[in-house]
């Protein structure tokens, strides 16, 4: 299993503004996931973050508007850059451990831009 | 790559009622087909799974059925209670190397 812990929470942002969310997991894991979730609506890969290399991201999604970090094998961060209105989201981490195939879920930022 | 479709969109049944959710899925290679539940609120928790050697898979309430010939696969929860009500998301991948392709989630409201 794997335990995450996903800030802030929440945030209410100025369009215009970048907002950073850090996840940080109890074990080591390969690879991390970030996803978009708006109200009502699905689970939105935006990218796969590796220690060590690039994140690969998925179509309609780009690095200078998410760009993210991965220094290590616990921990990451997603930067949502230049806020606008429709950046409003739930934006969670997940992992899938070892050789697990479940997959885990930090607790969600609820982000607002104003 | 993977593409996930999930139906209903909402469900709403009485207490007590049965409820059953439906998926499919492109890619014949994948081989391990999990359901979440997200609570309002609340993350993702994987409530049942399972892998394309069985196909079915039962625990307490809720059981998952599995045809791999048409590509579809059910969750199928019975006697249903409230707090059944959340959002089910179903999601299909090869294990091994996992990264999850989610459907678009149904909202099933259970009505006491």
């Known amino acids: 299993s794997a335990v995450i812990s996903q800030k802030p929470s929440r945030d209410i942002c100025q369009r215009g503004t970048s907002l950073t969310i850090q996840c940080q997991v109890d074990s080591q894991v390969t690879m991390m996931f970030w996803y978009r979730q708006q109200p009502g609506q699905s689970l939105t890969l935006i990218a796969t973050?590796?220690?060590?290399?690039?994140?690969?991201?998925e179509s309609g999604f780009v690095i200078d508007k998410f760009p993210i970090s991965r220094p290590n094998l616990t921990f990451s961060t997603l930067t949502v850059s230049n806020m606008s209105p429709e950046d409003s989201s739930i934006y969670l981490c997940?992992?899938?451990?070892?050789?697990?195939?479940?997959?885990?879920f930090g607790q969600g930022t609820r982000l607002t831009v104003v | 790559g993977e593409n996930v479709e999930q139906h209903p969109s909402t469900l709403s049944v009485q207490e007590g009622d049965s409820a059953v959710i439906k998926c499919t899925y492109s890619?014949?290679?994948?081989?391990?087909f999990p359901w979440y539940k997200q609570e309002l609120g609340k993350r993702p928790q994987l409530i049942i799974d399972i892998r394309s050697n069985v196909g079915e898979k039962k625990d307490q309430r809720i059981a998952v059925t599995l045809n791999k010939t048409a590509k579809h696969f059910s969750l199928h929860i019975t006697e249903t209670q409230p707090e059944d009500s959340a959002v089910y998301f179903c999601?299909?991948?090869?294990?091994?190397?996992?990264?999850?392709?989610f459907g678009r989630g149904t909202s099933l409201i259970v009505h006491p």
């Open positions: 973050a590796n220690q060590g290399s690039e994140a690969t991201y």
């Open positions: 999601a299909a991948g090869q294990g091994g190397s996992y990264i999850p392709t």
């Open positions: 890619d014949s290679a994948s081989n391990y």
């Open positions: 997940s992992v899938v451990p070892g050789a697990s195939t479940e997959a885990f």
